[in-house]
């Protein structure tokens, strides 16, 4: 093909997408003459000198696959890699792995690790009871209330959502997602050519339907619904509901995604509308997620096959017609091993809060980008977190359903992480608008207390001791120094989020900044900003910020206020007490307050010297 320097005419319209010349790179068609952006075809200007003769999605049928001078050669360009900042010669280096060939080398296990039920066996009550801690297959959908479209094709697909939309593809070859660059049209184009003329092994799976006329057609089994927190938590015309929960899969032969986790620990309905799957699972056991963090972190990545790694790696066939639900956490590469049409989705949920929390911090520690990872995760576990402390406020009451098992097992974990996020900066701010956070731990709380459920501590942070400021007097031609009394400094500062039912403080020094007492919850509920939200008081506080505990502590009086004679140096250090700032000249004669303050023996000691 040729490409490059033509001048072309704004008005004359050009590709698949026909639209004019844009000053972006183009390629021409050696069977059609049409000349083609790169980014609708998915050739990179770099690639083009690698090229023979080109041949696009439209006269592929008839003159079959695009000739490279080099196939094995042929560079791939990780538009996510560029998209992060990288530059076009990094990413054009990205590796060719046989992802496929090696899969068929290795051995797996085929004894079931997954439990086989009817559409009718598998509700609430009987993940309740039994928990959902394996994959479930269903291998007839009746009784799943399952609604799917007749069957279709991929040009059906392209029609009812729309040729024009944007499609995320990614190379087989490489693992690497070329962004925004493909059309449906395109993509329905490539799927119509035979296997054996396609250049290369493309799969889309993350094409979301939820607001097209397709996903009208389309929706989950019924026990999703009743687990899903989107559909049970999430308030109606509140902005920022997840739109993770129908997706159209589109996977040829040869396809293949690699290990991996669903975001947000989040679990998977997959229904197997026309061809066949083949999943390879490995349980998510502390050592194997352990081995997965490594694995994901590890530069040679995409030449180590995770499986080797893993404690056991099992094979599960799904066909055609076949409904598998996979749990969270549960570690997952899909084979594909015929042109495939498979629609599902992701829901959170309360049988599986720990490892849900577990994969969101492991997110965390990579640095996952915010575009593949669960929308709103954090608002949508707060939102799940009222619900369960409004609507299931006991356990086991008259009149009130019991907790699961595995909901009330995982409480302490989310009380614990709720707190923990009420404090943090970052984290503090997705709290959502006109909720108490510390009402809802809170209450959470109480069902743990109930339950005889002792909560999980929350962490604390370790701050530097900062050294001491020396007062330094001038009383004629003397100079008298005067250091702060030693209790005026904490070893441990708790979180701010900390309220009256978290761990005692360690000290024993009964300082006034110190976490109160239960003994002195009474005294000092307004040490922390959820006590006053839960007490109807206002304050200023909000989420991240910190609130000066009081001063008044159990059997202590407060400190009088810093007499107005003695002002503050410049310069003083933040959280300096008032007594221990510098003074930058001769105090007045103020009339001294009657307290056994620091302030007030200092001035004792001024009046006696002059006495003298």
């Not at 929390?357 to 954090?378: C, H, Q, S, T, W």
Request: aromatic share 8%.
């Amino acid at each position: 093909g040729r490409s490059g320097d033509l001048v072309l005419m704004a008005t004359e319209l050009y590709c698949v997408c026909r639209q004019p010349y844009d000053s972006t790179f183009m390629i021409e068609c050696d069977g059609c003459r049409d000349w083609l952006h790169g980014r609708c075809v998915g050739i990179a200007e770099e690639e083009s000198s690698n090229i023979m003769s080109y041949f696009c999605p439209r006269c592929e049928p008839r003159t079959g696959p695009t000739k490279w001078k080099n196939l094995r050669k042929r560079m791939r360009t990780n538009y996510q890699d560029l998209d992060q900042g990288r530059g076009m010669a990094e990413v054009m280096t990205a590796k060719q792995v046989d992802y496929v060939g090696r899969l068929k080398s290795k051995r797996f296990l085929d004894t079931p690790c997954f439990e086989t039920l009817s559409g009718s066996e598998l509700t609430t009550s009987y993940l309740s009871q039994h928990g959902f801690t394996r994959p479930v297959l269903v291998e007839d959908s009746e009784g799943l209330e399952l609604r799917m479209p007749p069957p279709l094709t991929i040009d059906n697909v392209a029609d009812t959502v729309g040729r024009a939309l944007p499609v995320n593809v990614i190379d087989v070859a490489t693992q690497t997602t070329l962004l925004d660059q493909w059309r449906l049209t395109e993509w329905a184009a490539y799927c119509r050519t035979p296997a054996a003329q396609r250049d290369r092994v493309l799969n889309v799976i993350s094409l979301e339907i939820s607001a097209s006329q397709l996903g009208k057609l389309v929706d989950g089994p019924r026990i999703v619904h009743d687990l899903d927190w989107v559909d049970l938590a999430w308030p109606h015309g509140v902005e920022g509901r997840p739109q993770v929960q129908k997706y159209c899969l589109m996977g040829v032969a040869e396809a293949y995604t690699d290990f991996h986790i669903d975001f947000g620990g989040s679990s998977v309905w997959y229904h197997v509308l026309r061809g066949h799957k083949v999943f390879y699972f490995v349980e998510p056991t502390p050592a194997n997620l352990r081995a997965y963090e490594t694995w994901s972190k590890s530069p040679t990545q995409a030449q180590e096959f995770f499986g080797d790694m893993a404690d056991r790696c099992y094979r599960v066939h799904v066909p055609q017609g076949a409904t598998m639900l996979i749990p969270a956490g549960w570690i997952h590469a899909v084979y594909t091993p015929m042109d495939s049409l498979v629609f599902g989705g992701n829901f959170i949920h309360s049988l599986a809060i720990s490892m849900q929390l577990y994969v969101y911090d492991l997110e965390e520690r990579m640095k996952i980008a915010g575009r593949f990872r669960l929308p709103n995760f954090e608002q949508l576990v707060w939102y799940a977190a009222a619900r369960l402390a409004r609507k299931e406020p006991a356990v086991g009451g008259p009149g009130q359903d019991r907790l699961p098992a595995p909901t009330l097992q995982d409480l302490p974990a989310l009380v614990q992480t709720l707190r923990r996020w009420a404090g943090a900066k970052g984290h503090a701010e997705n709290v959502p608008a006109g909720m108490v956070a510390g009402r809802v731990c809170d209450s959470l709380d109480a069902i743990l207390r109930q339950a005889g459920i002792a909560p999980l501590p929350i962490p604390r942070i370790k701050i530097a001791k900062p050294t001491p400021v020396k007062l330094k007097l001038k009383v004629g031609a003397q100079k008298r120094d005067a250091a702060p009394a030693e209790d005026q400094w904490d070893e441990e500062e708790p979180l701010d989020h900390l309220d009256d039912d978290g761990p005692a403080d360690d000290d024993d020094d009964d300082d006034p900044a110190d976490v109160p007492s239960e003994a002195e919850d009474d005294d000092d509920d307004d040490s922390f900003a959820e006590d006053d939200a839960a007490d109807g008081e206002e304050d200023d506080w909000q989420p991240g910020k910190s609130k000066p505990a009081k001063a008044k502590a159990k059997g202590k009086s407060a400190p009088a206020a810093r007499p107005t004679g003695l002002p503050s140096a410049p310069g003083a250090p933040a959280g300096t007490p008032a007594a221990a700032r510098p003074v930058v000249k001769k105090p007045p004669k103020p009339k001294a307050p009657a307290s056994t303050s620091i302030n007030s023996r200092i001035m004792k000691r001024i009046k006696a010297h002059k006495l003298a």
